[in-house]
């Protein structure tokens, strides 16, 4: 495999089919100093080996060439000896295939620059929080809730999360254990095809902006989320953001921008 790999795999978790936790260690070289919310990258060479489960590659590319794609890291910031990442399986897609084929011990390009502005430095102190993402879009909010965000006796913070089954809600066990300890902690899976669960569903069913819609997500916060003291992140699929922007809009939120200060903050995965 080529030399640019800088790193390896020291840990790979099978969450559900077409999804993985991957732990990444530096070999060599220290981890910079970055901030929850923010991204790596991670690359493998085109002639890295792809899992069975996807498509076949159409375009010829040259076996050395390095493939790059950025990804939130969802470990803590606190965490000094790896980056974990959430990843999901595109199987038409030129990166995911080779990660996915990934086992602990194997080498991976990580980048030694970790950026992004999807950070808790956005929001001003005094402000409750609502987290709402989709799939993998969960990665930074771990980050935020391991690393940076202490229970606060007053403040509320929900994570308000989208899944098409409930075996897709990463590190769910995690979620529902800092809710048992910490009273003004939320965490709220909906899901969109509880046709297909094995074990009948008895949560939110549909999307997060008809939760976030939802007396149920009312009851749990207490009212209506206000923009005087609500700040909002949204992460994942742009479809999703797009539609909660709609939402959040007609509520009085606006999105925040370096010269338009707003209430919503937005990462969009593509
Ligand atoms: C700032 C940032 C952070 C990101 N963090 C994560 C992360 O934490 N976890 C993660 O899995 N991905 C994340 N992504 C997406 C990631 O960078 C890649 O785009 C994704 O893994 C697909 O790469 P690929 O080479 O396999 O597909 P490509 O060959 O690049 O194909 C890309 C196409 O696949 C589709 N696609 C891309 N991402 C997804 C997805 N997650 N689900 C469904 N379809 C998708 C889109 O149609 C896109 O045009 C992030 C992207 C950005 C910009």
Known sequence: ????????????IE????????????DGWDLPQWKSGQFGILGLPVSA????LSD????????DKLIKRAYSISSSSEEKDYLEFFITLVHSGALTPRLFHLQPGDRVFMGQR?????????????NNLVFIGTGTGLAPYM??????????????TAVLLGARHSWDLGYR???????????????????????????????QTGYVQSLWESEEFEK???????PDNTHIMLCGNPAMIEGMMESLAAEGFQEHTKKSPGQVHVEKYW
């Open 220 to 226: 749990t916060w207490g009212g209506r989320p206000s």
């Open 114 to 126: 970790i950026s992004g502005l999807f950070t808790l430095d956005q929001i001003p102190e005094g």
């Open 143 to 156: 980050s935020m809730l391991r690393g940076e965000l202490d229970c606060h006796p007053n403040l509320q």
């Open 49 to 52: 080996q792809r899992i069975r």
């Open 173 to 203: 066990g995690e979620l529902i254990a800092m809710q048992r300890f910490c009273s003004t902690f939320h965490y709220m899976p909906v899901i969109s095809r509880p046709e297909e669960e094995i074990v009948a569903w008895s949560g």
């Open 1 to 12: 495999m080529s030399d640019l790999t800088n790193a390896i795999v020291s840990q790979r």
């Open 15 to 26: 969450v559900a089919s077409g999804l993985i936790v991957l732990r990444v260690k530096p």
């Open 56 to 63: 076949p590659e159409e375009a010829e590319l040259k076996p």
